[in-house]
C-alpha cells in the first residue's frame, strides 16, 4: 500500500485509495457474495475479479461516486488487462445495481436458517474467528465486537509530555485548523478527526507520536508503579508506544528491544524525533534467554507477538491472513517468551505481559499456563479493553507480580 500511496500526489485521491483498499478488505464476503450471485461460474481471473470487487464496494458503500462512472472506470481497468473482459465486467456490475434488492433478500434468508455464515457475510469475517470470539465472550458480545471493528479508525496521537503539555498542543492544533478530540480516558490522547497531522511541523518536532488508546493503558493505569521503577526492559518495543510511555513518567530508564533491525531503526529515529535520553536500544530475541538481563528489572513490558484481532479496523487485512492454527502457534510463542521474562525481574517486580487481540486461547490461558508453571508469581489484574466498549482498538493487559520485597 505504501509504495502505491507515495505515487499519488493528490490528497483526496490518496484518501480514496486507503479507503478503497481497506474497505474492499474490510467487506470482501460480503463483496463476494454479490458478486457470486450474478457470476454464477464464479469469475476466475484474480486480477478481475478484485476489479469487481474494487467496483462492488463503491456501488455498496459509496454513494459520492456515481454508479456509471464506477462501471465505466473498471470496464476501462479490466480493457486493459483483457480487452475481451470488458463486456463481462460491464454484465456483472449492472446486474449488481439491477439486482441489488434481490441480492439482500436472498442474504436475508440465510440469517433464518444459518445465523453465523450469515454474520460471517454481511459482517465479513471468517466462520472460525465468529466461533473462536463466541467462545470466549459470547454471541451478543462478539456482533458488538466485529461491528466496531469494522469501523474506520481516527488518527490517534499520544501527546509528548516531555515536551509539550495538552493545553499547548491542543492550541497548536487549532492555529493549523485541525479538528480533534481529546479523549475521555487519557487525556494525552488525542483523535485527530480532519487532517493530515504527519505532515506537520508539530511532527517533526516531536510534540507526539502515534498511538491508540489501548495501547497508552499499560502505563496509563499503571503510573505509579512505573514512576516508582528505576530499571524497565520492553521485550517487543517496536514501534516504541509503550517503551516512550514509559520514558515519559520514569525516573530511570528503558532498555528497548526488538527482534527486528529495520523496526529498530524506525524506534531509533522515533527516539532521536522525540528527544527521549533515558531509552536504551538493544537488539534481542525474546525468545532465547539472555542472561545479561537476569534480576536486574524492577518491571518487564511483554507486549507480544499476536494475531492482532483488535487491530482489524487499522489492518483489516488480519481478517484474511490468520488461522485457528496461529492463534495456536503465538499462544505457545507467547508462553516461551513470558517463561524467559520471568528471570529478568527483581524480588517484587511486576510482569506486564499484553497482546493487540482479543480471544481467550492468546491472553488468559497464556497468562494461566505461566502461572501454572511460576508458583513465585500472583496474578494482580487482568483487563480485556473491549473495542466496542472503549472506542479503541481491542487490547489485553495482565500483571503478574514477582515474590518478595523490591
Ligand atoms: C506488538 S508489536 C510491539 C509493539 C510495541 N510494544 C509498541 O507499543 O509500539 C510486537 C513486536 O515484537 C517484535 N518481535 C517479534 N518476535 C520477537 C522476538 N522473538 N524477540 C523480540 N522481538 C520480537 C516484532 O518485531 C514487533 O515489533
Avoid at 84 to 111: G, M
Avoid at 139 to 164: A, R
Avoid at 345 to 358: E, M, N, V
Amino acid at each position: 500500500m505504501e509504495k502505491f500511496h507515495q505515487k499519488l500526489k493528490n490528497e483526496k485521491d490518496r484518501a480514496l485509495f486507503v479507503e478503497l483498499v481497506h474497505g474492499v478488505l474490510r467487506y470482501k464476503s460480503l463483496i463476494d457474495y454479490y458478486i457470486n450471485f450474478v457470476a454464477k461460474k464464479g469469475v476466475k481471473d484474480k486480477r478481475i475479479l478484485n476489479i469487481l470487487r474494487v467496483a462492488t464496494y463503491e456501488l455498496l458503500f459509496l454513494e459520492k461516486i456515481p454508479e456509471y462512472a464506477t462501471v465505466n472506470e473498471a470496464c476501462e481497468v479490466a480493457s486493459k488487462i483483457n480487452p475481451h473482459l470488458k463486456a463481462f465486467v460491464n454484465a456483472i456490475l449492472r446486474n449488481i445495481i439491477r439486482n441489488k434488492n434481490q441480492i439482500e433478500e436472498s442474504l436475508e434468508r440465510i440469517k433464518d436458517v444459518d445465523y453465523k455464515s450469515y454474520l460471517s457475510i454481511k459482517l465479513s469475517y471468517p466462520r472460525f474467528l465468529i466461533d473462536y470470539l463466541e467462545e470466549s465472550y459470547g454471541l451478543e458480545k462478539t456482533i458488538k465486537i466485529l461491528e466496531f471493528l469494522n469501523t474506520k479508525p481516527p488518527q490517534s496521537i499520544k501527546i509528548n509530555t516531555k515536551k509539550t503539555n495538552v493545553n499547548t498542543l491542543t492550541q497548536e492544533l487549532e492555529k493549523n485548523g485541525f479538528k480533534y478530540e481529546i479523549n475521555s480516558r487519557n487525556n494525552e490522547i488525542v483523535l485527530i478527526l480532519k487532517g493530515n497531522i504527519k505532515e506537520t511541523e508539530l511532527y517533526k518536532e516531536g510534540y507526539f507520536y502515534f498511538q491508540d488508546l489501548a495501547s497508552s493503558l499499560v502505563v496509563k493505569f499503571n503510573q505509579e508503579d512505573f514512576k516508582r521503577a528505576k530499571k524497565v526492559i520492553d521485550l517487543c518495543a517496536a514501534p516504541g508506544g509503550k517503551t516512550f510511555n514509559c520514558a515519559e513518567v520514569i525516573d530511570g530508564f528503558v532498555v528497548a528491544c526488538d527482534i527486528n533491525e529495520h523496526k529498530l531503526d524506525i524506534l531509533r529515529e522515533n527516539i532521536l524525533r522525540l528527544g527521549f535520553d533515558n531509552i536504551i536500544v538493544a537488539k534481542s530475541n525474546a525468545e532465547v534467554f539472555n542472561p545479561d538481563f537476569a534480576e536486574k528489572f524492577d518491571i518487564v513490558i511483554a507486549d507480544l507477538p499476536c494475531t492482532g484481532f483488535g487491530a482489524i479496523r487499522k489492518k483489516p487485512d488480519i481478517k484474511w491472513n490468520k488461522s485457528y492454527q496461529d492463534i495456536e502457534n503465538l499462544h505457545e510463542l507467547q508462553v516461551r517468551i513470558l517463561d524467559n521474562s520471568a528471570g529478568y525481574l527483581k524480588r517484587g517486580g511486576i510482569l506486564f505481559y499484553s497482546t493487540c487481540t482479543l480471544g481467550k486461547k492468546e491472553n488468559e490461558e497464556t497468562v494461566i499456563e505461566f502461572l501454572e508453571k511460576h508458583k513465585d508469581f500472583s496474578l494482580v489484574s487482568l483487563t480485556t479493553i473491549f473495542p466496542d466498549e472503549f472506542e479503541c482498538d481491542g487490547f489485553f493487559i495482565a500483571k503478574l507480580r514477582k515474590e518478595g520485597e523490591r
